[in-house]
């Protein structure tokens, strides 16, 4: 398309389009991103951690015993890595700055550091080297770091040997892997979030191009409509000239002066609108649409203007066409006095006497014979006006005689169109009013209707009245209803509500997201609601101090798995070394004196061992109970056959690493408390933080949500309109194919219609009505015809709009009418043919007609 001075136009495109379009190939690389991601969790890590032990360690921790472990559960990392396990103590910069081999771990096996009073020793730090290369900043070296030593600690603090550095190790391929992460959840909502994004971006643009395209249509009909206007305007100004002025009727003159005004007002406002309309800011804006409105309104009524000035002035100056100017003021009234005169003569016994039929339609054809110009009156305006006024006098008598009959309520009466008084108006007539005959006869329709019912097949092709809703109603559909036809962006109270909705919907999704990713990542905690389920209890107690009865009734948790809970029950004070605290009344141990009582309980049950591994089954677990001198209980520590790995750990490791011990007054209380504690480390084992960063999880699934319930409800409202225009589709195509059908057979029938006619011309003093009645029935077929052919050839997509349903309708009571006037005639030939054969005396003798069953 081009503007005036030739330049090119371009259709804008939204910004929103390119977005979509580059989401859309960030969703496609997501998308295949997250299929390796995924795929890869379940492909072996391609390199195996080795495990090296140096010099000689204690708690039963040997080169053949680690590698029979690793045997039996291999530990992959994501790169090479070797854990060495030394029998001596770290320097700083091995512990602090990492200054160990690439790609190795060490890990000291001493428990404490060295004496702080020897000075002249590098060595002399306990914990775990980390090679720099594996992190990328002091801050994760340091975490990282005291990870792979708690894991390592608080497995040897259960009893655990060759585990404990197998754990160690396996804690160290998982904290140090660098591949990105494989989680479902996480890479599903990261796609759905860019699908959802570019879904809302793409309706955006959809939408966009949706609403230019409608404005661009109305647009392009307007311009044919005014280009018309234009064309015809030397013709126009021809039919003007032609006419004397003194026969120039003061509604010609000014509806000509009209059309000039408008035709020169819409020519110079088009280009700014064209040039508004293809521009991608202006466009779309509540400005460029009044235009755009403004400008259809004026073609609208220039073409109206166009038509009346033409027939008008063919019939002022007496030019070829008068007789089809007239037809047009004549159509309306002689479709609705055809109606009339239908309803009444089926009517039952006689509402009206049969001189008014008669007069009516005497006066109806002298008001078509007027309509040709052809009476004897040197002015065609003032025979067919006054052959009007007879019509409708008369149609008012007729009125009054229907008004003696009860009857319900009337139907409404049709509304004069615009078209209609314009080229009254350039006739010269004056302006339909209530006395004029096009009212008067549907007044005498509408209460004849309401007397008789819906007689006629066009009565039910009626749309029904619409019902004025409640003020209540109003006002809500006012606040939530969708915005009128014609109006391209949403009022404030619109607006109003938008946002309103759009806030609950966020906060729903905050909602929803935080409820998933706190399920998601959430650490196994104690239920406190259990009672002991699945533990098998075994008491060692020579001296018959624990109860298993008071053991069990304090128990709050439950085994997912069952495990054997054996209680050793020892004296304290030939155990462990105790101590007076320097101003408390509790005592306390040392660290290794703790570690020493767990290892000599635990190497009390050598029949318990795997003879291999010195370790305990995995199902079995020694709680100690050290029983002083006072009755009161300690527990020092955990011995057990479990792993304990990932995020979990012992409840008292404070014994193990610091000496700190506990003196209770109820023993059985604390081996329940022991147990409970054992209880939730084992659904915690194997726990890790994930692998993704929590709070971005949270973000995404936020928006993920936000976006997915925005497209939902975008894809309800397509899917709705899709389905209404659908059955408005099914509807206007099972209603065009009836209005077919019946065209055919009125075609077909078009010559026996014919010769009805003109028998009944020959025979009927109201011939002239007839006549020009079959006239406007053929010109009304013929244009029925064209319309139905017109909405045949629409394509589906005009076929789904909703100009194609109101059209079809239209052409179905069009189609009713014609019909109508066709059975009428011929039920008045065969009265006549009837009438006929009754000549002489005969009684007249039932006649089947040509085409009846």
């Given at each position: ?24 190939v ?13 795929h ?16 000689q ?21 994501s ?7 030394e029998?001596?103590?770290l ?32 060595e002399?730090?306990?914990?775990v ?80 191009r ?18 018309r ?14 006419t ?11 509806a ?17 609108l ?37 027939g008008?002035g063919s ?26 005169l ?12 049969g ?11 002298s ?219 509790f ?24 003879p ?21 209980g ?12 990932g ?122 009505a ?47 009418l ?15 043919v ?20």
């Open positions: 398309m081009h503007d005036s001075t030739g330049r090119r136009l371009r259709r804008p495109i939204h910004w929103t389009a390119f977005v979509a379009l580059a989401l859309a960030v969703t496609t690389f997501l998308g295949i991103r997250a299929v390796f991601a995924v890869a969790a379940s492909v072996p890590k391609p390199y195996e951690v080795k495990v090296l032990i140096q010099g360690q204690d708690f039963n921790i040997t080169q053949e015993r680690v590698d029979a472990e690793l045997a039996e559960h291999p530990v992959r990392s790169q090479p890595l070797t854990v060495i396990l029998d001596r103590w320097t700083g910069d091995e512990l602090l700055r990492g200054q160990v081999p690439d790609g190795q771990i060490i890990i000291s096996s001493k428990l404490d550091n060295l004496d702080p009073n020897i000075q002249d020793v590098q002399r730090f306990s914990g080297g980390l090679a720099e290369n594996l992190t990328s900043s002091k801050e994760e070296h340091t975490d990282l770091r005291f990870d792979i030593e708690h894991a390592f600690i608080k497995n040897v603090s259960v009893g655990h040997g060759a585990k404990a550095v197998v754990a160690a190790a396996q804690t160290a391929s998982v904290v140090l892997d660098k591949t990105v992460t494989s989680s479902v959840m996480f890479w599903f909502s990261v796609v759905a979030l860019s699908a959802m994004l570019t879904a809302a971006f793409l309706a955006s643009a959809l939408r966009f949706s609403r230019w395209e409608s404005r661009h249509r109305r647009l392009v009909v307007a311009q044919r409509k005014l280009a206007v234009v064309l015809d305007l030397e013709a126009l100004e021809a039919t003007y000239t032609a004397e002025k003194s026969k120039r009727p003061e509604g010609f003159t000014k000509w002066t009209e059309l000039q005004r408008l035709s020169l007002a819409a020519a110079r406002a088009e280009d700014p064209v040039s508004d309309l293809f521009d991608r800011q202006r466009c779309l804006n509540k400005n460029t649409g009044k235009q755009l409105t403004a400008f259809e309104a004026t073609a609208r009524k220039l073409t109206s203007l166009a038509d009346s000035l033409m008008a019939v002022h100056a007496k030019l070829a066409g008068t007789g089809s100017t007239f037809d047009k003021l004549s159509s309306p009234i002689n479709d609705a006095a055809t109606e009339l239908i309803r009444l003569e089926d009517a039952p016994g006689r509402m009206v006497s001189a008014d039929l008669a007069e009516l339609r005497r006066a109806l054809g008001l078509l014979d007027a309509a040709q110009g052809e009476s004897k009156q040197a002015n065609a305006v003032q025979a067919w006006s006054s052959a009007e006024k007879q019509l409708a006098d008369i149609t008012a008598r007729v009125t009054r005689e229907l008004r003696r009959y009860p009857h319900g309520k009337r139907p409404p009466i049709p509304e004069v169109t615009a078209e209609h008084n314009q080229l009254r108006s350039s006739l010269g007539l004056p302006p339909l009013s209530q006395k004029g005959a096009l009212y008067q006869l549907h007044v005498a329709n509408s209460m004849a209707r309401s007397i008789l019912g819906d007689t006629l097949e066009t009565d039910q092709k009626q749309p029904p009245a619409a019902k004025k809703a409640p003020v209540f109603t109003q006002f809500w559909a006012k606040i939530f209803g969708t915005r009128a036809a014609g109006n391209d962006e949403p009022g404030k109270l619109g607006r109003i509500k938008i946002i309103g909705l759009l806030s609950v919907l966020l906060c729903a999704s905050l909602i929803a997201s935080g409820i998933i990713v706190s399920s998601v990542t959430k650490k196994p905690r104690a239920t406190y609601d259990g009672s002991g389920q699945g533990m098998i209890l075994e008491i060692d107690d020579k001296s018959g101090l624990v109860d298993e009865s008071e053991i069990r009734r304090y128990m709050e948790e439950d085994f997912d798995v069952e495990q054997h809970l054996l209680v050793a029950v020892r004296d304290a004070e030939s155990y462990l070394e105790l101590q007076n605290r320097e101003g408390s009344e005592r306390e141990s040392t660290p290794q004196s703790v570690q020493q009582t767990i290892w000599r309980i635990k190497n009390e049950y050598m029949d318990r061992l795997d291999e591994s010195a370790e305990l089954p995995e199902d079995l677990t020694i709680i100690p109970l050290l029983i002083t001198n006072e009755g009161k300690i527990m020092p520590g955990l011995i057990s056959g479990a792993v304990i790995s995020k979990a750990s012992w409840g008292s490791t404070t014994g193990w690493e610091y000496g700190s011990i506990f003196e209770s007054s109820y023993p059985s209380m604390e081996v329940a408390k022991a147990a409970e504690d054992f209880a939730t480390v084992l659904k915690r084992a194997g726990y890790e933080e994930p692998d993704y960063n929590a709070a971005l999880l949270f973000w995404i699934l936020t928006f993920m949500f936000f976006f997915t319930v925005l497209n939902l409800v975008q894809l309800i409202k397509y899917l709705l309109g899709a389905t209404l225009r659908l059955n408005r589709f099914s509807r206007g195509s099972r209603a065009l194919g009836q209005a077919r059908r019946h065209l055919e057979q009125l075609a077909l029938g078009l010559e026996d219609s014919q010769i009805n006619a003109v028998a009944v011309l020959g025979a009927s003093a109201t011939g002239r007839d006549e020009a009645g079959q006239r406007l029935f053929e010109r009304a077929l013929m244009m029925a015809w064209r319309e139905a052919e017109e909405l045949s050839t629409m394509s589906l997509a005009q076929r789904l709009s909703s100009d194609f349903g109101a059209r079809t309708a239209h052409l179905q009571r069009l189609v009713a014609l019909d109508e006037r066709d059975a009428d005639v011929a039920k008045r030939a065969k009265d006549l009837l009438a006929s054969r009754g000549a002489g005396g005969d009684a007249p003798k039932p006649v089947k007609l040509p085409g009846e069953q």
